[in-house]
């Protein structure tokens, strides 16, 4: 009996794209969201769009709705499936890049924050995809792999180079594949979950032991489909494993090593919101406030402070390590932690030393 085809390790799917845009009038009459479409796109059944809408595609506001919506007067319609419009394709732009080691098969590099990996919707442009076809040429397709025992692969064209991805507002390092056996080789060792990989990252909240491990389903957030949720009994969504080791307590906040046994979207960010202690100013997740720590004017300053210096979460994927495709020689890079996150590190260190109570 074949094997059940299961989303990819690395997840390299999972956002969608916009294909359609309406904006409402403002004379618009109430009228159910399916009638409303149906008679502004052409070759398209109702019954399509009632799918759609259970399959939480058509989104107003940037919200998911069924299809009995009635759409009201300036409502933004869009309808996002999980492959790009026929007529998108990325272009090179000129974005620099951090590059650590490049050969003629792969390249890694330090991601900076604040880039996108690959176009989705809101994100069409200036994305490390756009960055890598105007820095090399012929990329290969991202190959995502299904089964373990036989294995399929799949060519996603929209993402060139891409075997895995960083969050736009996590730093640190990445490989690109540069050849069409360098793709299926790593693409590959993700899949069998034998690529290294440590992330540090800053989270709210102190530890009672110095390492543990986080275990929890993860899917997408049963009402609203833009951020993760664990499901601890596994009902839902894809078992993922997460191990932590404290570097460094700095009273209200701790600095841990985290280590993926998978790669589940925002895995580490929402495994640590769910033990209570999300990275932070993690907005997505409820970092971007006081989690720890009384709050009264001067502390309330100088988290705020350390929120404008690093304005987004706290995580870095510092090591990455793999065995090359043609040498079959095991490859190990480490990155250091960017200049923002540093001096978030040195001023709790500062604060931790002088200010906190029972030192």
């Known amino acids: 009996m074949q094997d059940e085809i299961q989303e990819p390790e690395n997840e390299i799917r999972d956002d ?3 294909h359609h845009r309406f ?4 004379g618009q009459e109430p009228l159910r969201i399916d009638k409303f479409l149906l008679s502004r796109m052409e070759s398209v059944s109702r019954n399509k769009l009632q799918q759609a809408a259970e399959a939480e595609s058509i989104l107003v506001n940037g919200k998911p709705v069924k299809s009995n919506y009635k759409v009201k007067p ?3 319609i869009t309808i996002v499936l999980n492959t790009p419009p026929l007529e998108f394709k990325s272009e090179p732009e000129n974005i620099p890049l951090n590059i650590v080691f490049e050969d003629e098969h792969l390249v890694v590099i330090n991601k900076q ?4 990996v690959h176009p989705a919707p809101g994100n069409y442009t200036g994305t490390l995809v756009n960055a890598l076809l105007f820095h090399f040429s012929q990329l290969p397709a991202a190959k995502i792999t299904y089964s373990k025992d036989q294995p399929l692969q799949v060519s996603d064209p929209s993402r060139p180079g891409l075997v895995h991805r960083l969050d736009k507002d996590t730093s640190g390092l990445m490989v690109i594949a540069k050849s069409d056996m360098a793709m299926m080789y790593l693409a590959r060792q993700f899949f069998d979950r034998s ?8 989270v709210w909240g102190d530890f009672d032991e110095n390492e543990g491990t986080i275990t929890g389903s993860i899917g997408r957030n049963l009402r609203n489909r833009k951020v993760m949720a664990v499901f601890p ?3 839902y969504g894809k078992e993922a494993t997460t191990h932590y080791k404290v570097i460094e307590h700095l009273g209200y906040v701790t600095m841990v090593d985290c280590k993926l046994e998978t790669g589940r979207t925002h895995q580490i960010r929402v495994h640590m919101a769910h033990i209570g202690h999300p990275l932070f100013n993690d907005e997505t997740y409820g970092g971007n406030r006081i989690v720890k720590g009384t709050i009264y004017s001067k502390y309330k300053q100088f988290v705020d402070n350390c929120f404008t210096i690093l304005p987004r979460q706290a ?5 990455l390590g793999f065995v090359h495709p043609a040498t079959k020689k095991e490859l190990f890079f480490e990155a250091p932690l960017p200049d923002d996150f540093q001096q978030l ?6 604060y931790f030393q002088f200010a906190v109570p029972g030192r």
């Open 16 to 18: 969608l794209y916009e």
């Open 23 to 26: 904006a409402v009038d403002k």
């Open 74 to 76: 300036l409502d933004v």
């Open 113 to 116: 924050a604040g880039l996108v």
């Open 195 to 202: 690529i290294q990989r440590n992330y540090t990252a800053l």
């Open 233 to 235: 009994d596994g009902d």
């Open 315 to 319: 995580l870095h994927a510092r090591t």
């Open 345 to 350: 590190i040195d001023k709790w260190r500062k």
